[in-house]
């Protein structure tokens, strides 16, 4: 390919939509109208297509559009709530793109973001139907308490009876809608984590996947680092804490065979890697900086940390932790470790793709500020404060997108 063939537009920082991102969309539209019949138009699709690709229903402006993004994004809804209302307000998505290049042949790659690979959720579904109404955008606005702030217009749209569906704008056709079109996935969180577990194979006598982890960061970050520490103790040879970790790890997973694997370990004090592929949301509280992978982690080191003190007291675990005095720890029984990070290189309006931690990462003389940066979503700045340049995760942008990975690490 020459350059000539080649436009490189940028836009949508921060997963929002722009007038730059939406100048890109109103031409790729251009493109799909000249196509004919003895066309074939290739689409790549990728995660953040969504804000990539904007072009609001009539009635309805960039600006507003934005908002609601922003209002459903900070309200924690996750990737199918949120690109379930944006596909409704836009002309393109939920199948308009390919309408418009009717009746050319169209080959869409898509790189998935979303954990079960709906077609329709995927940057909301450019080239493929939706399977939602816009009675279910108002369930979701309902259920996450922003009905009430939605932009007029936004509120007015979706509570209107469909006439017509606001994306076919097409050329007239006598055939299906989408005869013409191959949708074909190229790329999904799962491969992410099996090429995760066969690096770790490698390393480790166990290696163990999960796949399609969702829910809210901090309840997530709860859950490992209670495990993570109850794991310390199984370890040890505990066998109280190998059944309360069983019980644990069904209680959020409901799965039994990698409860009892898991144990297993432990009790033969074998190194162990779990690798999940997650898409978790943040509830957005506060105003200060972070992202998904960072707010899980942090609350993952509290959630260690607090229950170190509650089992240990005040003895000695050896390695000092930042902000510390040896006296607040004490020894622990295997090396563990949790790491959260967003396959794009990117995590919130962060230049971090997600942080680690271990059980020495906070302690006591830090939880009351620990605890401070989780209400106010601040775990960037907080890790920057405080915590070794290992903390947080640097990459830059991967150039790829499969939604997250979150990795626990134990080595007796």
């Known amino acids: 390919w020459r350059a000539a063939f080649c436009?490189?537009?940028?836009?949508?920082?921060?997963?929002?939509?722009?007038?730059?991102?939406?100048?890109?969309?109103?031409?790729?539209?251009?493109?799909?109208?000249?196509?004919?019949?003895?066309?074939?138009?290739?689409?790549?699709?990728?995660?953040?297509?969504?804000?990539?690709?904007?072009?609001?229903?009539?009635?309805?402006?960039?600006?507003?559009?934005?908002?609601?993004?922003?209002?459903?994004?900070?309200?924690?809804a996750d990737i199918t709530e949120l690109n379930t209302v944006r596909q409704h307000l836009s002309r393109v998505k939920a199948g308009g793109l390919a309408r418009l290049a009717q009746p050319a042949q169209v080959l869409s790659l898509v790189l998935s973001d979303v954990l079960d690979d709906r077609l329709d959720i995927i940057a909301g579904g450019p080239t493929a139907p939706t399977k939602s109404s816009r009675e279910d955008c108002l369930k979701i606005c309902s259920s996450l308490g922003v009905i009430s702030q939605l932009p007029t217009s936004v509120k007015q749209f979706l509570s209107s009876p469909v006439n017509d569906d606001p994306c076919a704008s097409g050329k007239p056709t006598e055939r299906s809608p989408y005869s013409n079109v191959t949708n074909v996935i190229v790329g999904a969180n799962r491969i992410a984590v099996d090429a995760a577990v066969m690096a770790a194979r490698r390393h480790f006598n166990e290696a163990l996947p999960y796949y399609g982890l969702t829910g809210d960061a901090d309840e997530l970050g709860c859950f490992y680092g209670r495990w993570l520490r109850l794991a310390d103790d199984a370890y040890a040879g505990c066998v109280a804490s190998q059944h309360q970790l069983h019980e644990w790890i069904v209680s959020r997973l409901d799965d039994e065979t990698l409860a009892t694997q898991v144990v297993e370990a432990c009790r033969s004090r074998r190194s162990l890697c779990f690798v999940a592929g997650a898409e978790p949301t943040v509830n957005v509280r506060g105003d200060g900086i972070g992202g998904r992978s960072q707010q899980l982690v942090l609350r993952a080191a509290v959630e260690m940390e607090m229950l170190s003190h509650r089992n240990s007291g005040n003895n000695n675990?050896?390695?000092?932790?930042?902000?510390?005095?040896?006296?607040?720890?004490?020894?622990?029984?295997?090396?563990?470790?949790?790491?959260?990070?967003?396959?794009?290189?990117?995590?919130?309006?962060?230049?971090?793709?997600?942080?680690?931690?271990?059980?020495?990462?906070?302690?006591?003389?830090?939880?009351?500020?620990?605890?401070?940066?989780?209400?106010?979503?601040?775990?960037?700045?907080?890790?920057?404060?405080?915590?070794?340049?290992?903390?947080?995760?640097?990459?830059?942008?991967?150039?790829?997108?499969?939604?997250?990975?979150?990795?626990?690490?134990?080595?007796?």
Not at 32 to 58: F, N, R, T
């Open 7 to 76: 436009d490189l537009r940028h836009g949508a920082h921060h997963n929002l939509p722009d007038a730059d991102a939406a100048s890109s969309a109103l031409e790729i539209c251009g493109i799909a109208e000249s196509c004919d019949q003895d066309d074939l138009l290739i689409v790549l699709i990728s995660g953040g297509g969504s804000a990539l690709l904007p072009m609001p229903v009539d009635g309805i402006s960039l600006e507003e559009k934005r908002r609601t993004t922003e209002m459903l994004a900070r309200a924690g």
């Open 317 to 412: 675990r050896g390695k000092k932790a930042v902000g510390d005095t040896d006296t607040n720890r004490s020894s622990p029984s295997s090396s563990s470790l949790i790491l959260a990070a967003g396959t794009d290189g990117i995590d919130g309006p962060t230049d971090a793709c997600g942080a680690l931690a271990d059980c020495n990462s906070i302690g006591t003389g830090l939880m009351k500020e620990a605890a401070a940066a989780l209400v106010n979503n601040d775990s960037y700045n907080f890790f920057k404060r405080h915590g070794s340049i290992e903390n947080l995760i640097m990459t830059g942008p991967t150039g790829t997108n499969v939604a997250d990975l979150h990795i626990l690490l134990f080595r007796p």
